[in-house]
C-alpha cells in the first residue's frame, strides 16, 4: 500500500468487485485525515476525510479506516466502476499543514 | 462558483526566464496553497497563506516567491526558471484552519523548463 513519501503502487481489480487501497501515515499528532481522488490531468478532488476521534466514516460507496494505534489509513470503495480509474492519496494534517501520500494507482478492469 | 481556477493550464519557458502562475478562488476562503507534484512522489508544499496580505514558507520554498494582496488570488512567481522546476503545480483553497478542513484544488499548470 501506500505510504507518505513511497513511490506510486498500482491495484488492478475487476468491475464490481470491492477495492481496497491503504496507506501509512507516520505522524502520530495528525488529527485529520482526507482521500483524494486525481484523474489523468486534473487536480485531486475530495472523496472523504475522517477525524482522528473516529475510526471509520462512510460516504456513498466509499468508506474510510483509520487505526491509529498502527497509523493506517484505508479507502474501500464498493462495486468499483471504470470511473473510479484513477490515483488515489492520502493526506494527514498536522498544525495546518497537510502531508501527502504519493498515491496508488486504480485499475478498474472491464 | 468556479471554484479555483488557474492560469495558464501550460507553460514553456527557458532557462532564467520569469513568469508568474496566477489562483483565483471565488468562495471567500481564507487560505491559499501552492503546491508542485512530481511523478511518483506527493503533492509538496511550495508557499501558503493565512489570509490577504500574509504568506509563508512551505516544504520547498527556493527558487519561488509568492504574494497575496487580494484575498481572492494567489500568485506564485518564478524569477529566474530552472530545468528544476518543470513540474506541475496545483493551487488550493481551504475556508478554515487547514487542519480541520479538506482543501480544494484547482486544475493545475504544467511548466516545462527547457
Known amino acids: 500500500g501506500e505510504s507518505v513519501g513511497l513511490h506510486l503502487p498500482t491495484l488492478s481489480v475487476q468491475e464490481g468487485d470491492n477495492s481496497i487501497i491503504n496507506c501509512a501515515y507516520s505522524n502520530s499528532a495528525s488529527d485529520y485525515f482526507i482521500w483524494y481522488k486525481q484523474e489523468s490531468g486534473k487536480g485531486p478532488q475530495f472523496i472523504i476525510d475522517?477525524?482522528?476521534?473516529?475510526d471509520k466514516r462512510q460516504g456513498q460507496r466509499v468508506t474510510v479506516l483509520l487505526n491509529k494505534t498502527v497509523k493506517h489509513l484505508s479507502l474501500q470503495i464498493a462495486a468499483t466502476q471504470p470511473g473510479d480509474s484513477a490515483v488515489y492519496f492520502c493526506a494527514e494534517s498536522s498544525f495546518n499543514k497537510f502531508y501527502f501520500g504519493s498515491g496508488t494507482k486504480l485499475n478498474v478492469k472491464p | 462558483n468556479a471554484g479555483v481556477t488557474q492560469t495558464p493550464k501550460f507553460r514553456v519557458l527557458k532557462t532564467g526566464q520569469s513568469m508568474t502562475l496566477l489562483c483565483a478562488q471565488d468562495m471567500n476562503h481564507e487560505y491559499m496553497y501552492w503546491y508542485r507534484q512530481d511523478p511518483g512522489m506527493g503533492l509538496r508544499l511550495i508557499h501558503y497563506?493565512?489570509?490577504?496580505?500574509?504568506?509563508a514558507k512551505g516544504e520547498v520554498p527556493d527558487g519561488y516567491n509568492v504574494s497575496r494582496l487580494k484575498k481572492q488570488n494567489f500568485l506564485l512567481g518564478l524569477e529566474s526558471a530552472a530545468p528544476s522546476q518543470t513540474s506541475v503545480y496545483f493551487c488550493?483553497?481551504?475556508?478554515?484552519?487547514?487542519?480541520?478542513?479538506?482543501?480544494?484544488f484547482g486544475p493545475g499548470t504544467r511548466l516545462l523548463v527547457l
Open positions: 497563506s493565512v489570509g490577504e496580505g500574509t504568506t
Open positions: 488550493a483553497s481551504s475556508p478554515l484552519a487547514g487542519g480541520q478542513e479538506t482543501q480544494y
Open positions: 475522517i477525524r482522528s476521534n473516529m
